[in-house]
């Protein structure tokens, strides 16, 4: 197993003797207000990163928080964990700036195009662990690690180096934002994610974290699977779905979660418009695949990119959706997923043979 291996300067100490939860701190002692920020249409990792710090922000600087959400929240168990945890979010286009305002920055870097903050001059702080490097210039305080698993796991040793206590509620997000960004197999964790984990385990409550993993699934959620299953394409190791219409841009994510389970691919890729945008999902069920770097390569000037190793997305703006401007673009994308992986230009395999669905058709 090619695990994570654990980050060589752990407990963050730097020459002055402070770890980086102390310089966090530190930072925002002239702040009035701590806003938190996050991607477009947070994920559990965002969510969970957020709560944590602001209970750190409060526990320690006893400062008002703002934790902000970008965008809508799509995704079921997503929008049953906002509600089950009780989440206060503000649109982040909806928050009323005031001066001394810091602003923190988790799950995300500055102009990686997958946040709309419009005030990143008032970015105090971006804290992440993606691969996709953002521009932090200017940026007082920043801790990237890209070998965590999730940002939610940074978020848990600073509560522990501070000797925070976690509330239950806390926790239960904490937890639930790791476990998310674990899903899948092989596993994209390492040791710090799993000591997170054990950590949070016996804080959290196991029947809530039950109830918004198996959230009930929205209408759509079933006729954009049905489509993408009958318009799924097997190229060698990689299965392409095309969605028309995405009422939401996370059943994209949705369908590949499903689809990389297919037990004759490693790669899998769901795309479909949504709105003036065609929006792109990957996910890959083999180590070091670089996902995140695949799918910048195949988007490329079209539009933007980004991800982990097993897990990416994207987003390409229309300027027409108009079928066949659609369908020009769909056959290029997929020109460029076979390119980036090498795989023979032949003709696809149906993933249900067409005579299959003619015959449900007419009985
Ligand atoms: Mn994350």
């Known amino acids: 197993m090619a695990r994570r291996s654990a980050e060589p300067d752990c407990s963050g100490r730097c020459s002055t003797g402070l770890r980086r939860s ?8 002239p702040a009035r207000r701590v806003v938190f920020v996050s991607h477009v249409h947070p994920d559990p990792d965002s969510l969970g990163s957020m709560l944590g710090l602001a209970h750190l922000v409060q526990a320690r600087l006893n400062k008002p928080t703002v934790l902000t959400r970008d965008g809508p929240i799509a995704r079921a168990e997503n929008r049953a964990m906002v509600e089950v945890l009780q989440l206060d979010l503000t649109p982040v286009d909806a928050v009323q700036w005031q001066d001394n305002d810091a602003v923190v920055m988790v799950d995300s870097q500055p102009n990686t195009g997958r946040h709309s903050l419009p005030y990143t001059n008032r970015l105090y702080a971006v804290i992440d662990h993606h691969d996709t490097p953002g521009d932090l210039t200017g940026v007082p305080f920043s ?29 239960t997000a904490l937890l639930y934002g790791i476990e998310t960004e674990m899903a899948g197999y092989p596993r994209e964790a390492g ?30 959620h079933f006729g954009c699977l049905l489509q993408a299953l009958q318009s799924s394409f097997i190229y060698d190791r990689l299965i392409i ?21 297919f037990e004759k691919v490693d790669w899998a890729v769901c795309g ?22 695949l799918l910048q390569q195949v988007v490329g000037e079209l539009g933007r990119a980004g991800g982990h190793d097993r897990r990416a997305g994207g987003c390409i703006p229309l300027t027409s959706t108009t079928p ?11 020109r460029r997923f076979l390119k980036a992986l090498k795989i023979d230009e032949v003709r696809g395999q149906r993933l249900i043979p067409l005579r299959s669905m003619l015959q449900n058709l007419q009985s």
Not at 241 to 261: G, K, Q, T
């Open 22 to 29: 102390d310089r966090f701190l530190l930072g925002l002692q």
């Open 143 to 171: 801790d990237i690690r890209t070998r965590y698993g999730a940002t939610c796991t940074l978020i848990t040793r600073y509560l522990i180096e501070q000797q925070v206590a976690i509330p239950e509620r806390v926790a």
């Open 324 to 334: 066949s401007a659609i369908d020009e673009l769909q056959a290029r994308l997929r």
């Open 191 to 220: 040791p710090a994610d799993d000591e997170a984990l054990l950590y949070l385990y016996p804080l959290a409550d196991k029947d809530r974290i039950a109830q918004i993993r198996n959230a009930r699934l929205p209408q759509s």
């Open 272 to 293: 479909g418009v949504c709105g003036q945008k065609f929006v792109l999902s990957v996910r890959a069920a083999i180590e070091n695949a670089r996902a995140g770097e």
């Open 241 to 261: 779905s095309w969605v028309d219409e995405l009422p939401h841009p996370e059943h994209a994510a949705e369908i590949v979660d499903f689809m990389i389970r």
